[in-house]
Antibody, heavy 118, light 107 residues
Framework: EVQLVQSGAEVKKPGESLKISCKGS????????IGWVRQMPGKGLEWMGI????????RYSPSFQGQVTISADKSISTAYLQWSSLKASDTAMYYC???????????WGQGTLVTVSS | SYELTQPPSVSVSPGQTARITCSGD??????AYWYQQKSGQAPVLVIY???KRPSGIPERFSGSSSGTMATLTISGAQVEDEADYYC??????????FGGGTKLTVL
């Protein structure tokens, strides 16, 4: 059974760093893309970027380039999304999703809620 | 930046056909995908590559694309189809973008 299990909810202060994770199981982790999607409270889905764990090919939306870092550790079938300095506007639900292609996201994680507040 | 435009809301009665549109300049050359998101849940892929349906998705869901517009059609909408629907595609550089979402009400 294909599963993407994301790390738990986080509460952080502005300026702090954060790394959330997405662990894949039940499939060949290096053969599929992993995408990250942001959903701010009460808002729509926003495509942040994708990574191909097989060769670490990574692409970012212009809106998120330089704001976050996407990485993967194929030895433990885990993808990451990280921030070096959080802002209150980073408060959102973050989803990872498996990409059958770079666009066809067929399995999704349960989401990680990130709250940034002083 | 590239944009996909959807109507904010669509409302139908149970059993009627719901159509949700998505317009984008690159759609003549790029596939459209459709995701369903029910309240408090992760999105689910309901249509990929314009018109293909993943296994497990009811046959009442169909997709089409012509020119700069893609359309998700739900034939005989059910109350359980009430959700937000997002179209997704890529720009000329292969970077992804979601439409703004359409809230489907079935009542």
């Amino acid at each position: 059974e294909v599963q993407l299990v994301q790390s738990g909810a986080e509460v952080k202060k502005p300026g702090e760093s954060l790394k959330i994770s997405c662990k894949g199981s039940g499939y060949s982790f290096t053969s599929y893309w992993i995408g990250w999607v942001r959903q701010m409270p009460g808002k729509g889905l926003e495509w942040m970027g994708i990574i191909y764990p097989g060769d670490s090919d990574t692409r970012y939306s212009p809106s998120f380039q330089g704001q976050v870092t996407i990485s993967a550790d194929k030895s433990i079938s885990t993808a990451y999304l990280q921030w070096s300095s959080l802002k209150a506007s980073d408060t959102a639900m973050y989803y990872c999703a498996r990409g059958y292609s770079s666009s066809r996201f067929d399995y999704w994680g349960q989401g990680t809620l990130v709250t940034v507040s002083s | 930046s590239y944009e996909l435009t959807q109507p904010p809301s669509v409302s139908v009665s149970p059993g009627q056909t719901a159509r949700i549109t998505c317009s984008g300049d690159a759609l003549p050359k790029k596939y459209a995908y459709w995701y369903q998101q029910k309240s408090g849940q992760a999105p689910v892929l309901v249509i990929y590559e314009d018109s293909k349906r993943p296994s497990g998705i009811p046959e009442r869901f169909s997709g089409s694309s012509s020119g700069t517009m893609a359309t998700l059609t739900i034939s005989g909408a059910q109350v359980e189809d009430e959700a937000d629907y997002y179209c997704y595609s890529t720009d000329s550089s292969g970077l992804g973008v979601f439409g703004g979402g359409t809230k489907l009400t079935v009542l």
